[in-house]
């Protein structure tokens, strides 16, 4: 606790006292695809289709983009084969590299009693409250810290009034750039045809342990027939993932 809770001074001291242009002297993009390995995340009608294979498909083609097309944007991957990375893992891997953004794509979905014809995208940015209509998505993007074993230990967080106050400065530093990503991110899908179901805030965990701008999307809804046939086709990935590219580019130009 004492660790963290240092760490955390010496982090706002680097962002908040210091100039942008000393903590990044390039912009670096950390591209995380959901899930991974043993855990497969939502899975399809068919019980076949898998968000773990469509998130890669999507982030290995936006990373694509931005390499070929953005020679001053440096790319990291949290991961580029089909392996488990814990969520722990993905924020240090950010961390480490002093990522401007941190993009983590996943799929929607939703059990078997609701309407499993909703379809549309998603953008999320971190909430420390949990927003009571925003529950099941945080149920289900943190459900994988059950996989993690030992790992899961750094999620054992019960913050006191001196580290409580240091998020909330952490998240005020970060917030905006966050929202404004979002923003952009879920007008670039709108914009291609997607179904505009918001910009809005959960309490997840990999967006909780990285200190950057950082946002959650979700891609469409798997448990959509129509929707998860548009998620597994090359159209429909690369369609989302020139979207997310575009978003990348627009906030890159306004932050750098």
Do not use: C
């Not at 660790?3 to 942008?20: E, G, N, S």
């Not at 969520?87 to 891997?93: T, V």
């Amino acid at each position: 606790m004492l660790r963290r809770f240092l760490y955390l001074i010496i982090y706002l001291a680097a962002t908040v006292l210091m100039p942008t242009a000393v903590w990044a002297q390039t912009f670096t993009v950390v591209l995380d695809a959901g899930h991974g390995g043993k855990d497969a995340g939502a899975v399809g009608s068919s019980n076949k289709n898998r968000e773990k294979d469509i998130a890669l498909a999507i982030t290995k083609e936006v990373g694509r983009l931005l390499e070929q097309n953005q020679k001053d944007v440096k790319v990291i991957y949290t991961r580029k084969t089909d392996v488990f990375i814990e969520l722990g893992r993905r924020a240090q891997i950010a961390n480490k590299a002093k990522a401007n953004l941190f993009v983590s794509i996943h799929v929607n979905s939703l059990p078997k009693d609701a309407n499993r014809s909703t379809t549309g995208v998603q953008s999320y940015t971190l909430s420390l409250k949990t927003v009571g209509t925003n529950l099941e998505v945080e149920k289900r993007e943190n459900s994988v810290i059950a996989l993690e074993g030992d790992a899961a230990k750094q999620y054992d967080y019960f913050p006191s009034a001196e580290s409580d106050i240091m998020f909330e400065l952490m998240q005020d530093h970060d917030m905006k750039e966050s929202v404004e990503f979002a923003q952009m991110a879920q007008q670039a899908m709108v914009g291609i045809g997607r179904r505009d179901m918001g910009v809005r805030q959960a309490n997840l965990a990999v967006l909780r342990l990285t200190y950057m701008p950082s946002v959650l999307l979700e891609v469409g809804f798997i448990s959509s027939k129509t929707e998860e046939q548009y998620l597994m086709s090359n159209e429909g990935r690369n369609a989302l993932a020139q979207a997310i590219y575009s978003a990348i580019v627009k906030y890159k130009k306004q932050n750098s």
